[in-house]
């Protein structure tokens, strides 16, 4: 009868080691569970050796095993992949994995079945890594973190805490919702912003057709009507822009280089950074949205890692981290040194002034009845249908002032073309006046 080697974690986080003879893999995983641990790893002891040799040789070596074919793309670099994976990408593969680890298949078997089944380059090589490291003894949460251009300390976080209270598939499935309800409202975002986009390339476009084609005719017009007579002052100012962006492309190009380069540089400073996502939150129109989704995530990231089991203090440095934003980052930066002081956390979230009344309270409910994980987690599905407001009231602003924006530039090119003709029929009808008196 077969031998296996097991690691598990047992009712109190601590970790087991054992080995136990019985027929196959599928009833060494029940026998474990009966023995009342958490099975993390099982590994038949006569197939376990010949991996161990394999890593032994790499390390002789000093590269790696899988690394010495070239198929690890963390420290290789490969044309055209890259070391990071879309965000729906690890979406679908964390929900994957919380639906094979929930209905009883052991993770490592779990990262073998969508290894073999990934399309993404990048993501099937990185969980090929995992299986190796988890091989080796490694544990989930220590094989993720050696991936973090992928694996955020959230991520990581929260499965280590599954590890130690033995809920491993809990804290996925928790994961696999929080990734897919932030990539919704991400979606959300990004297609009520397409059409005022696309409005402002059209303008834009139209523009340079106006400027470079259409304003220079006029003014080949103008000379021989006119004949010599000065502009009005606006037409001037329209034929000189044109003549600029016409003549001058390259300058122009330039200066308006230079100017996206300084500004992407100042909000790369501290005082820049904060003075910009400060005015993000405050901006007619777009600004509620922003706060909405900046206050969704900050309650739901939070509530999801606490009730996960991780710690709060180290739950709100995650926080802190993954924010986005310097002033959420700032408050929830108060509220660890609050709670770390042993004070409440309603107190510096209310100082911050970026927190509405509704959400202080209802924290501060959630804090006084021991319910926090679970208020906060309210309050981001409340937040999550305040964010579909706010982005069809954003839509819907922003469709009529970019109409009328256009409209507006528009019309002042065509009316700075026809002030010199209005002026010249003027002179025509004066000029016939004194005519018909003489």
Do not use: C
């Not at 033995?166 to 919704?184: I, P, S």
């Not at 006084?368 to 579909?388: F, R």
Request: charged share 20%; proline share 5%; hydrophobic share 45%.
């Amino acid at each position: 009868m077969p031998k296996f080697s097991y690691v598990a974690m047992d009712s109190h986080g601590k970790e087991q080691k054992g080995t136990i003879e019985v027929g196959s893999q599928n009833e060494a995983i029940g026998r474990v569970k009966e023995m009342g641990y958490y099975p993390t790893k099982i590994v038949e002891v006569d197939k376990e050796k010949p991996g161990r040799k394999a890593e032994k040789t790499g390390a002789q070596t000093g590269v790696p095993a899988r690394k010495k074919k070239g198929m690890s793309l963390n420290n290789l670099s490969v044309p055209g992949l890259g070391g990071k994976v879309k965000s729906k990408v690890l979406t679908t593969f964390t929900r994957q994995l919380a639906t094979l680890v929930d209905a009883g298949l052991p993770l490592l078997r779990g990262l073998r079945v969508l290894e073999k089944q990934e399309r993404n380059p990048t993501l099937k090589n990185i969980i090929g890594d995992l299986a190796l490291a988890i091989e080796g003894g490694s544990t989930f949460s220590e094989s993720l973190a050696q991936h973090p251009k992928v694996f955020n300390r959230l991520y990581v976080n929260m499965v280590k805490a599954g590890e130690l209270g033995g809920v491993l598939e809990v804290v996925l499935n928790r994961l696999a919702e929080f990734m897919e309800k932030a990539q919704k409202i991400k979606g959300k975002v990004i297609a009520a912003m397409f059409y005022p986009i696309a409005v402002l390339v059209v303008a834009v476009a139209i523009l340079i057709i106006l400027m470079v084609k259409v304003v220079p005719q006029f003014k080949t017009v103008f000379e021989g009507m006119l004949e010599g007579a000065q502009l009005p002052a606006f037409t001037r100012l329209v034929l000189g822009i044109s003549e600029a962006v016409k003549d001058h492309i390259l300058v122009t190009s330039g200066v308006l280089a230079v100017i996206v380069v300084i500004f992407l540089l100042f909000i790369r400073t501290k005082f820049g950074r904060r003075v910009w996502d400060k005015f993000k939150l405050k901006m007619p129109v777009v600004g509620p949205v922003v706060s909405k989704v900046a206050i969704s995530r900050f309650t739901r990231t939070l509530g999801t890692l606490i009730s996960s089991g991780v710690p709060i203090l180290q739950a709100l440095t995650i926080v802190k981290e993954t924010a986005g934003n310097v002033i959420i980052s700032g408050a929830v930066g108060a509220v660890h040194d609050s709670v770390k002081e042993g004070e409440t956390i309603t107190a510096p979230l209310e100082a911050s002034g970026v927190f509405p009344p509704m959400v202080i309270s209802m924290v501060d409910v959630g804090e006084q009845t021991g319910a926090l994980p679970e208020m906060l987690l309210k309050i981001a599905d409340n937040y999550d249908d305040e964010v579909d407001n706010a982005v069809a009231a954003m839509t819907s602003l922003l469709e009529p002032i970019m109409i009328v924006f256009l409209a507006v530039v528009v019309g002042s090119i065509v009316i700075a073309m026809f002030l010199p003709l209005i002026d010249l029929m003027n002179k025509v009808g004066d000029t016939g006046g004194k005519g018909d008196k003489e």
